[in-house]
């Protein structure tokens, strides 16, 4: 015991001669203390921007393949768009559809403008935007593509159009089979909206016309009285002498009814336009009399001709690409 017990103080007093003492317990609670406070003092300063490292875009086989952290998950996740087809909209929609707890997804520009929809991907792509998702913002700065030589992008806008004639030339005629059912439902639609109106509006019109026509013949009735009371008077009761005045002044009235006339309607007095008058006079009173909404029939109507107009035009030889002597033959 007392061998060992020396010893010990040997080494003691060796390990104090070479000068390697502890390090005190106070100074590592101080720098735990800092470094807490630091980190304290840098999550005050945190942003919701994300570095653009966590939205990469890299190019594969030519298309972009853009990927982003789901927030849900916290998963990576890769979406292969194709810029030319689709648009801003679609690839917000499928990042939507891969993460169901994406409540707001929009793009905005540099500068903090919004981003509509219906902006293709190639235009997006050719500067830097930001990608907001719930309430995370990502700054992406898309790869800077090789500008394509003068021949180049000649052939590639030669490709483009033979892809576009082939999808006309391909799915031409479905197109038109549908645009022409859904025309013929529209059509039969509004005629089945205006049979009734149409039925009330013929109801209405004979009515205006039998009363035009009636006041037309009560016109010709008075005037027939009037020449016979002229002349009566002037044959039977008294003389030319006196009844000679009393024409004159019958002629200059109805030379000043007529004046007025013109004054009150901005309108000659011509027998034609005074039945027309007279006639739309009793109709529109006929109409709020039945309840008839004019306003609406009208509208009516202009959606069935521009309907049928839109038909007509579908229909064409030019739409239907058919030869000229067939559609001949047809005719």
């Not at 840098?42 to 921007?49: F, Q």
């Not at 890299?58 to 030319?84: D, S, W």
């Not at 008077?233 to 004159?248: A, G, N, Q, R």
């Not at 005074?274 to 709020?288: A, E, G, I, T, W």
Request: aromatic content about 10%.
């Amino acid at each position: 015991m007392l061998g060992r017990a020396l010893r010990s103080a040997e080494r003691r007093r060796r390990l104090l001669a070479g000068g390697l003492a502890p390090l005190p317990a106070p100074q590592q609670v101080q720098l735990w203390r800092q470094t807490r406070t630091w980190a304290r003092r840098e999550g005050a300063r945190y942003s919701t921007l994300v570095p653009s490292d966590e939205v990469t875009i890299n190019y594969r086989h030519g298309l972009p393949v853009i990927t982003l952290t789901l927030p849900t998950r916290r998963e990576r996740c890769q979406f292969a768009v194709k810029p030319m087809v689709a648009t801003v909209g679609a690839f917000l929609k499928d990042v939507r559809r891969e993460d169901k707890g994406i409540v707001k997804a929009e793009v905005f520009t540099t500068d903090g403008s919004k981003v509509s929809d219906a902006t293709l991907m190639e235009v997006l792509l050719r500067n830097d935007f930001k990608l907001l998702i719930n309430s995370t913002a990502y700054s992406v700065s898309p790869p800077v593509k090789d500008k394509l030589s003068s021949e180049h992008a000649t052939e590639m806008e030669d490709v483009k159009s033979l892809i576009h004639r082939l999808f006309v030339a391909l799915h031409l005629e479905d197109h038109q089979i549908r645009k022409e059912r859904e025309l013929l439902q529209k059509l039969d639609h509004l005629k089945e909206q205006l049979m009734p109106l149409e039925q009330m509006k013929a109801k209405i019109m004979d009515s205006a016309d039998a009363k035009t026509s009636r006041l037309l013949w009560v016109g010709l009735a008075l005037m027939s009285t009037q020449g016979g009371a002229l002349a009566w008077l002037t044959w039977w009761v008294y003389s030319w002498d006196i009844m000679e005045p009393v024409t004159y002044f019958i002629t200059y009235g109805s030379a000043m009814a007529f004046y007025a006339y013109f004054v009150l309607t901005k309108q000659d007095y011509l027998y034609p336009d005074v039945k027309d008058r007279q006639f739309l006079h009793y109709f529109y009173r006929k109409s709020k009399a039945k309840h008839f909404n004019v306003e609406q029939y009208n509208k009516l109507k202009e959606d069935v001709a521009e309907a049928e107009e839109s038909l007509r035009r579908l229909r064409q030889p030019l739409h239907l690409r058919l030869p000229i002597q067939e559609i001949t033959n047809k005719d």
